[in-house]
């Protein structure tokens, strides 16, 4: 079992940055793929970031260059570092733990961009 926590969400103008972190309970990132979902109000659940258990990245095309997924092994979180917000961005972020029939999420963190 690996339990993952979300923290970071806020309210920010449009144009500001915020860093989502997501803790999990024990040392995955060598075997599991890490990556940030995100719901829109309304919407279904869309990947954000990916990251491989290699350290390979993905992005959706929406945020590409202006989002970056990191990782620090020795603390067992997985980062994802959101610059130049804008108002669609805004929705509950959440973390996941992949690793194949193993599927791990966190419990989401809101983000809202507004002014």
């Known amino acids: 079992q690996v339990q993952l926590v979300e923290s970071g969400g806020g309210l920010v103008q449009p144009g500001g940055s915020l860093r989502l972190s997501c803790a999990a309970s024990r040392t995955i990132f060598s075997i599991y793929a890490m990556g940030w979902y995100r719901q829109a109000p309304g919407k279904q659940r869309e990947l954000v970031a990916l990251?491989?258990?290699?350290?390979?990245?993905n992005y959706a095309d929406s945020v590409k260059g202006r989002f970056t997924i990191s990782r620090d092994n020795a603390k067992n979180t997985v980062y994802l570092q959101m610059n130049s917000l804008k108002p669609e961005d805004t929705a509950v972020y959440y973390c996941?733990?992949?690793?194949?029939?193993?599927?791990?999420w966190g419990q989401g963190t809101q983000v809202t961009v507004s002014s």
């Open positions: 990251m491989t258990s290699g350290g390979s990245t």
């Open positions: 996941n733990a992949n690793y194949r029939l193993y599927d791990y």
